[in-house]
DNA sequence: CCAATACTGCGATCGATGTTCGCAGTATTC
DNA sequence: GAATACTGCGAACATCGATCGCAGTATTGG
């Protein structure tokens, strides 16, 4: 008789039977947490976890069944961040804009989130809390729940994006990025694409408050092109 | 002396010396493609490759440093497949928003490109085609060369994010999802969720008609919103 | 014309990865 | 106290990206 396979939200963290076990779901979080901090999600190995706990790499599979699993512990133990405390004013436009700004925090907080394949957006218990405040926001909204649901899902990518570009305009250039740099050069001298050249050629940095405007006005023009009152 | 990393589209195809390669750097991207039709980019491996080329893994790496490069060639393979002897009308929004439908239809036709990390987006020759058309209906747009280049790169992201949907809503569900739609039951079963639930309870698709407006609606909000005149 | 040169093909191999198996040990249940 | 259902984990497997070194081949320079 085959496993059939369930999410991880739906096995008991630990059975009723044998001896307690030595380390729990949120630990074991935590430490991938770190690790995907430290070097990224690649970095986070089954192997590298289990040295960290000072345990071989197949201990990790009582508490777990698959690296996606792993991912998912991650990306719902982060997502419990986010402040859901903030009472809602009523305005939907308003009031998602808010949850956008603090989502955003948290990818720039993480920015391992962003490496997240979107695909594998499974909600645990925390990224469900948050799908209902989003959805308590849009409550009296004339819309239906797949509309919803969909606002949401694009929402959450246009943040995606915004954190993406602050971040890339973050950090130190790694070595790709010369490489990409030194090919744009060579696109720009050979004269074929001087629109390029031009582009590249004098970008000032746009000043945190410009970012910041874009960002609101970008989000408050999705939410009300997809049909929500504003 | 270390060989400093460049992109590949910096190193020739081939040198003047040895004997003539087997393969090309087409033949590859192609091959590559193929197997990440059928199997998604995981099954785009440096063996299977080499498999299908009847060769063995090592030989790849003469013409490809690494498996990155791999996926550039792909990608710009790929990229190279958009229509660009579409004239420009003049009309930014408009000209962007038509290059913006037939990058969904590439998407759509080539889902695993939802799976290269954005980060990656290397441009090669192909690319750069690409971004110089954006960047021409762009031209007389009042924006300093960084503001085009981050709305095209947030264009682009949104036409994924609406890809992805699409492809979600095509596809027959995964194992991963349907372990998903047991969870979102049991939220909804426990009543601590109640919009969750209503929002999975009753959800008729959107009439392909209503996703392609909205689609356009938003690109174009998406465009006026960064600030070109429409 | 021939040696030096710079390339290509690729078998063998390395280190790391995700995952499985089986067994010894432990707490609960009947 | 035996049956049961767990936990911990060493050993191992398949697969991955990548490297090394050598044999073979076309071009170059004298």
Redesign the pocket.
């Known amino acids: 008789m085959p496993e059939e396979p369930t999410s991880i939200w739906m096995r008991?963290?630990?059975?009723?039977?044998?001896?307690?076990?030595?380390?729990s779901r949120a630990q074991i979080a935590a430490v991938a947490i770190d690790l995907a901090i430290a070097g990224g999600l690649?970095?986070?190995?089954?192997?590298?976890?289990?040295k960290a706990?000072?345990?071989?790499?197949?201990?990790?599979?009582?508490?777990?069944?698959?690296?996606?699993?792993?991912i998912d512990l991650m990306h719902d133990a982060v997502t419990g961040e986010v402040d859901l405390s903030v009472p809602l004013t009523g305005d939907p436009v308003e009031d998602l804009l808010s949850l956008a700004v603090r989502t955003k925090d948290l990818y720039l907080r993480y920015p391992w989130l962003l490496d997240v394949p979107v695909e594998r957006n499974r909600l645990g218990p925390r990224a469900a809390d948050y799908l209902e405040y989003a959805l308590r926001a849009l409550q009296h909204v004339p819309m239906t729940g797949r509309q919803k649901l969909e606002a949401i899902s694009l929402l959450n990518g246009l943040v995606a994006l915004f954190a993406h570009i602050e971040i890339q305009e973050r950090r130190t250039p790694t070595a790709r990025q010369a490489a990409q740099t030194a090919y744009q050069a060579q696109l720009a001298a050979d004269g074929r694409h001087p629109l390029i050249a031009d582009a590249m050629a004098h970008s000032p940095l746009d000043p945190p408050d410009n970012a910041r405007q874009s960002f609101e006005r970008m989000t408050r023009r999705l939410l009300t092109g997809l049909g929500l009152p504003g």
């Open positions: 008991p963290e630990r059975g009723a039977r044998g001896p307690a076990p030595e380390h690649a970095a986070v190995s089954t192997r590298q976890i289990a706990l000072g345990t071989g790499p197949a201990s990790l599979y009582r508490y777990v069944a698959t690296r996606d699993d792993l």
